[in-house]
């Protein structure tokens, strides 16, 4: 469920690796029927999406992968952008591997630092969200041979990377850390107590995965010396099992998922003297030791956050070197997550010393770029919420703060870098509103200073600037759409210069002109506090302000999240266009108070009290809306999934909810936060032991006995959902039926929290819009084409 502002450093990234869709040169020839097939089931209006890839160091230079027309094979590919020359960089045709008798595909790969050796990686499998197991293979780009890093028989392989002089590749198989001497083929085990339901090296469990978003958890130091790496100890966390039912007889799966106010794993990071290994012996505890961030004790008394005050350690790096010594920096933090202390570990003796904390009166979000060292050696970047808003802070290495980098009653979404020649940092933010996401620079001065320099706009069109920008941040990929624009991209020299379009969707855009479809209007809605929020407003293109109109409100409404932004909605947005056309239903979206963009007082409004501020806005929302001589005050619904699912169950039977709206359509709710994870959920409502009545108040199934028998209420749920446990709807079907109240309820059975594949989003959107046809509309629609 983790939708949070992302803060992220775009320095070595990908760009986007996405294929086009099909042309839509047809569709500039005719205009295709507005259908909940056309919208659900077909790209007819799906943009294409420019076909993208890793940043080469210098210059507008990208390489991709390329699947090559009637084969398995793949290519790796080099593109300019500039000139649109692409160049083959590894014939896929070539890479038969011997092991399996077979070409391989290429999936992802790493250069060594020299260029003469590419790590490929193949045959992957899904490990809850992400391929991240699979077979790693060395290309020799010299000699053209193949060599697997393994064998297959052992085990899938994960994360496999070079040391720096690519002479070894280190890898995780089954929870264990290893490494490969590719000189003599040599394996040698780092860790050997990796198991299931207990120890787990160099990878995360569950919860860490979901909400903290860590995958990859070792990583070499830069001179090759060392090897850091996280274990866990999930041994004391309880276990949780899934139930399909799609088989004669019931299969189960099952992993370790903490509950709110339960145990986690114990955590800890250990670091491989490389140096003083032996490769000939397996397993070698002796070269390897852990640092002292007081994380790892099991005699600590779970139950309270005050009795664990180092509870996590959600990101890891290393430094360079400070005097003389590269370190191991880690975030460490409290139960609560409203304490995180910048940790460097020395290798040495596996000291821990703390160079930075940050206490807030709530909560710290942690994402990729809060820290990032420069390249001079000397600074790092710190982004922080202390001053209201997140903002950037330059320190010196050893932790003394020297000033802010930017400052104002607005937001850093997102943290480039710093070009250290022209001393410019490059930021997106919301200096132009919150529902719009632009791209500025900004003079940094590297020495003690009391105020931040006034940044300078680059990006010039109103709406939605998603940059990318090149490993020498002399260029940009900028991705922008507004809500009646399809998405295009466009390749800029770092002032903001075009240099070329590399995908216009103009076809499409032709299209969505000539269908004419409603456009969203932007406008606040008064929240309960008179908080004015900010909403769009969907209305038929033959509106009649005199004519009473139903209303569906769209909600989701979780910590930062937005969903009232300039920007291309995509198959959502259509749906609810297609809504408003074919049955003249008036669809608006509000982002009540805890949501982001808004600075952290506005976000901070529901801690410790999830659910009721914000139904509490939708509520006053809505009533403001009925308020209106347009509005049937009778037919007024509310929607959402995942937040927006307990959002829409929360605004429909709390408070004033049962008076102010007549249906909802909830799909995978959380429907007593004591059902979610510890990370999520205790980062803004703390454990039910110190919360209890919290926790109470933000249960949608303490309030089933209030819904109305005016009221009509759908619920969905896939029943493999490991993110919202399919529990959370059995149990409030459980309460609705103890109160006597009617409701209609639809699983989708082995599907998970995104409820897609095959047919499903056609069927599911097709029994959403019946919903909303037999609940919130009187009259014939207007459009019939339901197919």
């Keep these: 469920m983790s939708q949070l502002r992302t803060v992220a450093v775009v320095l070595a990234l990908f760009v986007w690796t996405t294929f086009p869709s099909a042309s839509h040169a047809q569709?500039?020839?005719?205009?295709?029927?507005?259908?909940?097939?056309?919208?659900?089931?077909?790209?007819?209006?799906?943009?294409?999406?420019?076909?993208?890839?890793?940043?080469?160091?210098?210059?507008?230079?990208v390489t991709y992968i390329e699947p090559v027309s009637d084969s398995d094979a793949t290519h790796l590919m080099r593109f300019n952008l500039e000139t649109d020359e692409r160049t083959r960089i590894i014939d896929g045709t070539t890479l038969q591997a011997d092991d399996v008798d077979r070409l391989i595909q290429i999936e992802g790969y790493e250069y060594s630092r020299d260029g003469s050796k590419v790590l490929l990686y193949t045959d992957s499998k899904r490990v809850w969200r992400q391929n991240t197991k699979g077979f790693y293979y060395v290309y020799d780009t010299e000699t053209e041979e193949l060599t697997p890093i393994a064998d297959r028989?052992?085990?899938?392989?994960?994360?496999?990377?070079?040391?720096?002089?690519?002479?070894?590749?280190?890898?995780?198989?089954?929870?264990?850390?290893?490494?490969?001497?590719?000189?003599?083929?040599?394996?040698?085990?780092?860790?050997?107590?990796?198991?299931?339901?207990?120890?787990?090296?160099?990878?995360?469990?569950?919860?860490?995965?979901?909400?903290?978003?860590?995958?990859?958890?070792?990583?070499?130091?830069?001179?090759?010396?060392?090897?850091?790496?996280?274990?866990?100890?999930?041994?004391?966390?309880?276990?949780?099992?899934?139930?399909?039912?799609?088989?004669?007889?019931?299969?189960?799966?099952?992993?370790?998922?903490?509950?709110?106010?339960?145990?986690?794993?114990?955590?800890?990071?250990?670091?491989?003297?490389?140096?003083?290994?032996?490769?000939?012996?397996?397993?070698?505890?002796?070269?390897?030791?852990?640092?002292?961030?007081?994380?790892?004790?099991?005699?600590?008394?779970?139950?309270?956050?005050?009795?664990?005050?180092?509870?996590?350690?959600?990101?890891?790096?290393?430094?360079?070197?400070?005097?003389?010594?590269?370190?191991?920096?880690?975030?460490?933090?409290?139960?609560?997550?409203?304490?995180?202390?910048?940790?460097?570990?020395?290798?040495?003796?596996?000291?821990?010393?703390?160079?930075?904390?940050?206490?807030?009166?709530t909560y710290i979000d942690v994402e990729d770029g809060k820290l990032q060292f420069l390249d001079d050696g000397k600074h790092f970047v710190y982004l922080s919420e202390r001053t209201g808003y997140n903002h950037i802070h330059l320190y010196k290495n050893d932790g003394t703060y020297l000033g802010p980098i930017t400052d104002g009653e607005w937001e850093v979404t997102t943290f480039h870098g710093i070009d250290e020649g022209s001393l410019q940092a490059y930021f997106t933010s919301t200096k132009a509103g919150s529902i719009e996401r632009q791209l500025y620079r900004v003079g940094v001065s590297m020495g003690k200073h009391e105020a931040a320099m006034e940044p300078e706009r680059v990006s010039e069109e109103s709406g939605w600037h998603s940059i990318n920008m090149s490993n020498d941040l002399s260029y940009y990929i900028d991705q922008y759409s507004n809500a009646t624009t399809p998405p295009a991209w466009t390749l800029h020299e770092a002032d903001g210069t075009l240099v070329t379009t590399l995908e216009s969707n103009d076809s499409l855009?032709?299209?969505?002109?000539?269908?004419?479809?409603?456009?969203?209007?932007?406008?606040?809605?008064?929240?309960?506090?008179?908080?004015?929020?900010?909403?769009?407003?969907?209305?038929?293109?033959?509106?009649?302000?005199?004519?009473?109109?139903a209303v569906l409100m769209y909600v989701y409404g979780g910590p930062g999240a937005q969903t009232v932004t300039n920007q291309w909605g995509g198959r959502r947005m259509m749906w609810f266009q297609y809504l408003a056309e074919t049955y003249n239903v008036v669809v608006v979206s509000v982002d009540n108070r805890g949501t982001g963009g808004r600075g952290k007082a506005f976000q901070d409004v529901p801690y410790r009290n999830l659910g009721t501020p914000e139904s509490a806005d939708q509520i006053a929302a809505a009533q403001s809306l009925a308020d209106s001589s347009w509005v049937d005050a009778d037919r007024v619904g509310i929607w959402g999934w995942s937040y927006g699912g307990y959002m829409t169950l929360m605004s429909m039977l709390s408070g004033e909810g049962p008076s102010t709206f007549s249906a909802g359509l909830s799909v995978a709710p959380v429907t007593d936060w004591r059902f979610y994870d510890t990370i999520y959920t205790e980062r803004y409502m703390s454990t039910p032991q110190n919360n209890e009545a919290g926790y109470d108040r933000g249960a949608p199934l303490d309030y089933a006995d209030?819904?109305?028998?005016?009221?009509?209420?759908?619920?969905?749920?896939?029943?493999?959902?490991?993110?919202?446990?399919?529990?959370?709807?059995?149990?409030?079907?459980?309460?609705?039926?103890?109160?006597?109240k009617q409701f209609q309820f639809m699983v989708y059975p082995g599907r998970n929290h995104g409820i897609y594949g095959g047919n499903t989003r056609l069927h599911l959107f097709t029994m959403l819009t019946d919903f909303v046809e037999e609940s919130l509309v009187e009259e014939e629609p207007m459009i019939g084409a339901t197919e």
């Design 153 to 361: 028989e052992d085990g899938y392989q994960m994360f496999a990377k070079f040391n720096p002089d690519a002479t070894k590749v280190a890898f995780v198989r089954k929870r264990d850390l290893f490494v490969v001497d590719l000189g003599t083929g040599n394996e040698t085990a780092l860790t050997t107590d990796g198991a299931d339901g207990s120890i787990i090296n160099g990878t995360f469990d569950w919860v860490y995965e979901e909400e903290f978003g860590l995958r990859d958890g070792f990583s070499w130091s830069p001179d090759g010396a060392y090897i850091s790496f996280y274990k866990l100890d999930e041994s004391d966390t309880r276990e949780f099992a899934m139930t399909d039912f799609r088989t004669r007889y019931p299969e189960y799966e099952r992993f370790r998922y903490p509950k709110a106010g339960e145990v986690n794993s114990e955590i800890k990071v250990g670091v491989v003297d490389m140096t003083a290994l032996d490769t000939t012996q397996t397993g070698q505890p002796d070269a390897i030791q852990y640092f002292e961030t007081e994380t790892w004790d099991p005699e600590l008394d779970k139950e309270t956050e005050a009795s664990d005050p180092t509870e996590y350690i959600s990101r890891m790096g290393w430094t360079p070197k400070i005097d003389g010594k590269h370190r191991v920096w880690m975030f460490r933090m409290n139960r609560g997550q409203n304490r995180l202390d910048v940790l460097y570990g020395n290798p040495d003796d596996a000291s821990a010393e703390t160079v930075l904390q940050e206490n807030l009166d």
């Design 27 to 61: 569709q500039a020839e005719s205009v295709p029927d507005f259908t909940l097939r056309t919208i659900h089931a077909s790209n007819e209006l799906s943009p294409d999406r420019f076909q993208g890839g890793r940043w080469a160091d210098e210059g507008p230079v």
């Design 509 to 549: 855009r032709n299209t969505i002109e000539s269908m004419e479809l409603p456009a969203p209007s932007f406008t606040t809605l008064p929240g309960a506090d008179e908080t004015p929020l900010n909403t769009y407003i969907i209305k038929p293109n033959d509106f009649n302000e005199n004519r009473p109109h």
């Design 706 to 740: 209030q819904m109305a028998e005016t009221q009509d209420l759908l619920l969905v749920h896939g029943d493999f959902d490991d993110n919202v446990h399919f529990q959370n709807s059995m149990q409030m079907a459980d309460a609705l039926q103890e109160a006597n």
